[in-house]
Structures are given as structure tokens and as C-alpha cells.
């Protein structure tokens, strides 16, 4: 985490950015515009990311004196800051003095965001009209934008929120007097908690009713910007559209934009169970009503499905109104991709199958996208190599054939995987499942064709 500035405004004022990023896949998960930035501003925005993304294990930060007493006059105390950390059991870990590449990863997206979005707008109206422009950009980051640090993958296919079940067992507590919540009416008044001395209470996120939660509907009216957020979830409308109301129908899988009781859109939801629980007891949302246009349960696909996508520069398809990450070796490529809930299978035109990949999709969801058709036969499996060989993946996901590195992901850390090299392509096996298909880039022959068999020639 760090704070930058820059943020212009129109009246000649200058705000902060509060900003964290996820070491290990470059998500940014905090990008918080603030008038200044005080403790409370940064613990506010710390507590906001704890909620929608999880608890992580540490959290770096400078020294400054929002993070940290460290350098402040008289006894070193413990922060706001240090507190959230200590009460959530995260360690909080300090840079060395005047060493400010300890935390480069941040202080490099301070130089793009600014590059690419600070230097180049007129100042901001107001602090919310910077907030939305922030938060369009940061979407692209996130989601659509290549790294050459993450071999050419977007942040979001790396980046893994702590799941729900380990959320419910560890709840996110901050103190009170940073951010107070209301607790549901009820008829019948609870136990209160006996103050502890020296001590404030705690207060714990929106007090979640029991069960499971259906779909919920949100009205909210489209912001000036045209870009529309709802827990994290960024919603695109356009200018055009802004100020008009809208009805939001969320559940844990879709998205449905509705317009006058019309449907506008549908998209991927990025909600879960916790998200639409904390709508529903903080009075935003309430449980959805019957729709006509629902297609319901009668029309969703049962089995397998295939549909036809052209992948883009980048390697990207267009899947139930979301960008789907196929691979940049498949750019500008005509593909067919089979899903049934479970696997993404990537086809050519004679239908030989060239990688395998997650459904991002349910199986209830895969019958609704467009042009979906019933599912052919199963795939044919590629043609043999010339050159085979084993390799174990490097901890980072990651292997070296024919002078070759190829990622493949920290999924298949440690485990043998099998390279089939042709004369314009790699294609890696994890036992009959195919991974990917790589352009080759180098001429090298294998030398070394079974896993392990270089540390053998060491001590030979």
C-alpha cells in the first residue's frame, strides 16, 4: 500500500490516491481518491478492500506516519492501522528508511496510472467525478491489459480472493469509531457487550441473515461518467445514458441490466452470496420479483454447448458480455470453444483441440450465450510430435524445453507435465489433458527429454 498525488481538481485544489496492489498477481485492489490523506482516509480504504476482497497474510507499507508511529515524537504507539492489522491477524511489514523500491510493484503503477490517465485529463470536477474515471481505468488494468511481468496475463486471472467459507469463519473487524454500522431493527433488544477498559469496541462488517439469498434488484441512477459501480462491480453505461434510473437483477451468476422493466444487458456477476446478503440488510436491495423476460430454468442447456468467437489482438473472446482470456497465441483466430460448465475446450476448424482452460462459466449459464449450438463430438486430439519431453513445473509455474520458458501457471506447481514439440508449436499435456498450445520460438533441439535427468548428469 502507498498514497501518490496529482489528483487535480477544477477549483485548483489537489487530492490523494490511496492505492494497494496484490503482490502476487498485480491486482490493484485499492485505488481510493481522498481529500487528504489522513489515517482515517487510509484505514477507511484499507477496511473497504478487506471486505469486498478478503483478509490477506501481510501487508507492506512505507513508513509514513498514516501506516505507522515508527518516527513519530515520543513512545512508539500502535495506529489505527497497526490496529486493523493486529485484530484481522495480518502481519503489517515496514520498509528499511529512504528505500523506496522495497515496494516497486506499487510505485510502478503510480507511474502508469499517471502516464496514462493523470497527465493526460483536464482537472476533475469533483472528487466523485475523479473516482469514476479512476475506477474505468482500473478496470481495463485489471481485466483486460497484458503484463510483461505476468508473462503476458491480465492481473484477474491471477488474482484469487479469499473464498467465502474461509470468510465466514474469519469476519473482518475494524474498530469502531472508524467505520460504526447500523445493526437490523428488531423487536426484541440483543445482549450488550461489557466495555473492556482502555478499550474500544469492535464493530464486524453488516450483520448477514441466515440461508441462502436468490437473485436481489438495485435501482440506481447512472452517474455523469456513464460508469456505474456496485460493490466493486463496474457497470458501463455511457454518457448518453446518465442520469436515467436503473433496475439491477443480481444473482451469484448473472447480472441483468432492466430499462423501463425491459431487459438492457446481461453480464457475468462478480457478486457473492456475502454481497447480496449486505444489500439485503443494508436496505439497498430487495429479493427480486418475477420477470417476464426471465428465461428461467426451461431454457437453460443441459449438456455440453459450442460457439464460434474470433480471439482479439490481445487474446481475448467475448463470452455472456465479458472478456474471456484465451490466449495470446490464438490472436486474430477464428476458434470454436466447447463449454459445459466445467472445462473450456479451445478447437481450430477441423476441430483438433488445441488447449483446455476453466469454464467461466456455470453450466446453467453456457446455454444463454449467444450463438450457443448443442455440442458435436468430442474434440479430436492433436496429431504426435516429433520431440517429447518431461518437465517439472518450477514453483512460479513455470518450465524451460528447447531453450524455450513457458508459464503455465502456479496451479501445476511441482507436478510433471509433458512438451510435444513440433516445427511451429509447443503443446503441454498434464497427463492426457492438453494446457496449452505455444508458438515455438526457438530452433534448439531437446537435450534433455525426462524430468530430473539434469540433476542425474550433475552428479554423474
Not at 476533475?124 to 481505468?137: R, Y
Request: charged share 25%; glycine share 10%.
Amino acid at each position: 500500500m502507498d498514497i501518490v498525488g496529482g489528483v487535480l481538481l477544477a477549483d485548483g485544489g489537489e487530492c490523494k490516491m490511496v492505492t494497494g496492489i496484490d503482490d502476487h498477481s498485480r491486482f490493484v485492489v485499492i485505488a481510493k481518491v481522498v481529500q487528504r490523506a489522513t489515517a482515517r482516509a487510509v484505514c477507511l480504504a484499507f477496511g473497504d478492500a478487506l471486505l469486498r476482497f478478503g483478509v490477506p497474510e501481510e501487508v507492506l507499507t512505507d513508513n509514513g506516519k498514516q501506516f505507522t508511529a515508527r518516527f513519530g515524537p515520543g513512545k512508539p504507539g500502535e495506529t489505527m492501522f497497526d490496529r486493523i492489522c493486529r485484530e484481522n491477524g495480518i502481519t503489517h511489514r515496514l520498509t528499511k528508511p529512504q528505500s523506496p523500491t522495497t515496494t516497486g510493484k506499487i510505485e510502478r503503477f503510480h507511474q502508469t496510472l499517471r502516464r496514462e490517465l493523470l497527465d493526460l485529463r483536464d482537472p476533475f470536477a469533483d472528487l466523485e467525478s475523479a473516482q469514476d474515471a479512476v475506477d474505468g481505468w482500473l478496470e481495463d488494468y485489471n481485466r483486460m491489459r497484458p503484463h510483461q511481468s505476468l508473462d503476458m496475463a491480465v492481473p484477474a486471472s491471477r488474482f484469487v480472493p479469499r473464498p467465502r467459507t474461509e470468510q465466514q469463519a474469519l469476519p473482518v473487524v475494524l474498530p469502531a469509531r472508524l467505520a460504526p454500522i447500523p445493526a437490523p431493527a428488531t423487536s426484541e433488544p440483543g445482549p450488550e457487550r461489557e466495555p473492556v477498559a482502555g478499550r474500544e469496541p469492535v464493530a464486524e462488517a453488516w450483520p448477514l441473515p441466515e440461508g441462502e439469498v436468490g437473485a436481489v434488484e438495485v435501482e440506481r441512477v447512472v452517474p455523469a461518467s456513464g460508469n456505474l459501480s456496485l460493490r466493486g462491480q463496474q457497470i458501463w453505461f455511457g454518457p448518453a445514458l446518465a442520469g436515467i434510473t436503473v433496475t439491477l437483477r443480481i444473482d451469484v451468476n448473472r447480472l441483468h441490466v432492466l430499462i423501463g422493466g425491459g431487459r438492457h444487458k446481461t453480464l457475468p456477476s462478480k457478486l457473492t452470496g456475502r454481497d447480496l446478503r449486505a444489500l439485503l440488510a443494508s436496505g439497498e436491495a430487495r429479493p427480486a420479483r418475477p420477470w417476464a423476460d426471465d428465461p428461467g430454468p426451461a431454457a437453460q442447456a443441459s449438456g455440453a454447448v459450442e460457439v464460434d468467437r474470433t480471439v482479439n489482438a490481445v487474446g481475448y473472446v467475448g463470452l455472456g458480455g465479458d472478456k474471456v482470456l484465451i490466449g495470446w497465441p490464438f490472436a486474430g483466430q477464428r476458434v470454436t470453444l466447447r463449454l459445459d460448465g466445467r472445462l473450456l475446450q479451445v478447437l481450430d476448424e477441423q476441430r483438433v483441440l488445441q488447449a483446455t482452460l476453466p469454464s467461466p462459466l456455470p453450466a446453467s449459464a453456457c446455454g444463454r450465450l449467444q450463438g450457443a449450438r448443442p455440442a458435436g463430438p468430442p474434440p479430436q486430439l492433436p496429431p504426435p510430435a516429433d520431440q517429447i519431453a518431461e518437465r517439472t513445473v518450477s514453483t512460479v509455474g513455470g518450465f524451460t524445453v528447447a531453450g524455450q520458458r513457458i508459464q503455465i501457471g502456479r496451479g501445476y506447481a511441482h507436478q510433471v507435465v509433458t512438451a510435444h514439440l513440433g516445427e511451429e508449436t509447443i503443446r503441454v499435456f498434464h497427463g492426457d489433458e492438453l494446457i496449452t498450445t505455444v508458438p515455438r520460438v526457438t530452433s534448439k533441439e531437446v537435450v534433455i527429454r525426462k524430468s530430473g535427468e539434469h540433476n542425474r548428469r550433475k552428479i554423474v
